[in-house]
Each structure stands twice: as C-alpha cells, then as structure tokens.
C-alpha cells in the first residue's frame, strides 16, 4: 500500500516513523488498531448520533491535550505520553497516529536496528 502524499510505501513510512522506539512492532500495531476498529464497529452499532458526537468531541479534547504536550516537550515519544496521561503506549499511539493522520503532526517513525 502506497502512501498519497509521499509515494513511500506504507511500512516504510511506519518504519521511518518509529525509528529510536526500540519496542515498537509495526505488525503488532496494526493488529492493535484492527482491533480496535472491530470493536468500534461493533460499539457504534449501538451508539446513537448524540453519543457518537460525544465520542468525537472527547477524541478531539485528548488529541488537543496530546498535542499540546508534544510541542512542550518538543518531541514525539509515546513512551513520554502514556506516562504523563496514565495511558497505555497503545493507547498513546493510536491518538499519535490519528493526529499524523489529520496532518496536525508528522512523525518520523524509527526501527531497532537488528543487533549483528
């Protein structure tokens, strides 16, 4: 899969992103935020518009929050995030990669380099 904007394949671009975060497991991502899409599809079938819109509007008051705290801190660490929001490192990734995705960030992900 091809990234729009860049031409980079996506798992580059991931590995690019993440690079310095010695734990981090595209794969395993992936598999984090399909299942959490799952479980979203299957929360929104019971949701009603106003609680959608709830939703939304408290997704964006964190994303506001996590921003904020990136440009204090003046780095993209979801390590640094987790702990000061008392989240988890998936759960700070998730609000990372849905501010790169609005475009209110841009991240360069980094790979643990294979230990020769």
Known sequence: MMNQKDGMPMMGMMRKMMEGNEDFNPMEMCKTM???VA?????SFYATPE????FEEWLASVEDEIFD????ENEINPENISKH???SKDAAK??????????????????KKADK
Request: charged share 20%; net charge positive.
């Open 69 to 72: 705290f990136i440009n204090k």
């Open 51 to 54: 609680i959608r819109l709830m």
């Open 39 to 43: 479980q979203v599809s299957e929360m």
């Open 34 to 36: 399909m299942s959490s």
């Open 94 to 111: 998730f609000f990372l990669n849905h501010l790169a995705a609005s475009g209110r960030i841009k991240a360069e992900f980094k790979t």
């Open 85 to 87: 929001f008392k989240i």
